[in-house]
């Protein structure tokens, strides 16, 4: 059973920074594209970065700039380095993962975890 979990969140103040980290278990196989999105009180949820099996990476206009997505080779593993956080980057933050072989969509998602920026 494949699973992601988060970690990393918690309260920082505006300018701040945080670095999440998603770890995925239960798969013999790299995960192709791997995804951070996020989800504020009242909003749906959106998506904040991606990076590619291929390591390409992409980024929410809102969080360019700021934020770092980055995975590491061996394990199914990717990070969000988030720097110069603004009280609106609150939100719970999930990880998401898209088996081998597919070009779209995630198949899998993580329990997310909390990021509060206060001002």
């Known amino acids: 059973q494949v699973q992601l979990v988060e970690s990393g969140g918690g309260l920082v103040q505006a300018g701040g920074s945080l670095r999440l980290s998603c770890v995925g278990s239960?798969?013999?196989?790299?995960?192709?594209?791997m995804a951070w999105y996020r989800q504020a009180p009242g909003k749906q949820r959106e998506w904040v970065a991606a990076?590619?099996?291929?390591?390409?990476?992409t980024y929410a206009d809102s969080v360019k700039g700021r934020f770092t997505i980055s995975r590491t080779n061996v394990k199914n593993t990717v990070f969000l380095q988030m720097n110069s956080l603004k009280p609106e980057d609150t939100a719970v933050y999930y990880c998401a993962a898209r088996q081998p072989l597919k070009n779209q969509g995630y198949d899998y998602w993580g329990q997310g975890t909390q990021v509060t920026v206060s001002s």
């Open positions: 990076i590619t099996g291929g390591d390409s990476t």
């Open positions: 239960g798969s013999i196989f790299r995960f192709n594209a």
